[in-house]
C-alpha cells in the first residue's frame, strides 16, 4: 500500500510560480509511473503531467505544457511538479498519483495511489 502527500500549494499571483511536492512511502517507488493531476471547482479531474519510473520521459497536457514541469528523486521517493506562469485557469486542487502501468497513462482510473490534494489559487 502506498501512501502520497502532497504539499508546497498555495496562493500565487498570476505569473508566478510555485513548486509542488508529492512524498510517497510504503511501498517501492521506482515501481510506479507517477502523475499529477488537477482539479478544478464543478469540474472533473484532468491531467496533468506524468513521469516514468526513472525519470527519464515525462508527458504533459496541452494546457501546462512549456511552463510545467515533472521531476521526480528517488532516493527521496518524491515527486515534484515546478509550475511556471501560472495562470488562474490553473486554479485547483492538484494531486499526485501512483500507477503500476509502464505505458503512459493518462485517465485517473489508470492509477492505483492517490494523495489526498493541495490547493492551488492564482489570482489575477
Known amino acids: 500500500q502506498v501512501q502520497l502527500v502532497e504539499s508546497g500549494g498555495g496562493l500565487v499571483q498570476a505569473g508566478e510560480s510555485l513548486t509542488l511536492s508529492c512524498s510517497a512511502s510504503?511501498?517501492?517507488?521506482?515501481?510506479?509511473?507517477m502523475a499529477w493531476f488537477r482539479q478544478a471547482r464543478g469540474k472533473e479531474r484532468e491531467f496533468v503531467g506524468t513521469?516514468?519510473?526513472?525519470?527519464?520521459?515525462?508527458s504533459y497536457a496541452d494546457s501546462v505544457k512549456g511552463r510545467f514541469t515533472i521531476t521526480r528523486d528517488n532516493a527521496k521517493n518524491t515527486v515534484y511538479l515546478q509550475m511556471n506562469g501560472l495562470k488562474s485557469e490553473d486554479t485547483a486542487v492538484y494531486y499526485c498519483?501512483?500507477?503500476?502501468?509502464?505505458?503512459?497513462?493518462?485517465?485517473?482510473?489508470?492509477?492505483?495511489?492517490w494523495g489526498q490534494g493541495t490547493q492551488v489559487t492564482v489570482s489575477s
Open positions: 498519483a501512483a500507477s503500476r502501468r509502464l505505458s503512459v497513462v493518462i485517465t485517473p482510473d489508470m492509477y492505483n495511489y
Open positions: 510504503g511501498g517501492t517507488f521506482t515501481n510506479y509511473r
Open positions: 513521469i516514468t519510473w526513472s525519470g527519464g520521459y515525462t
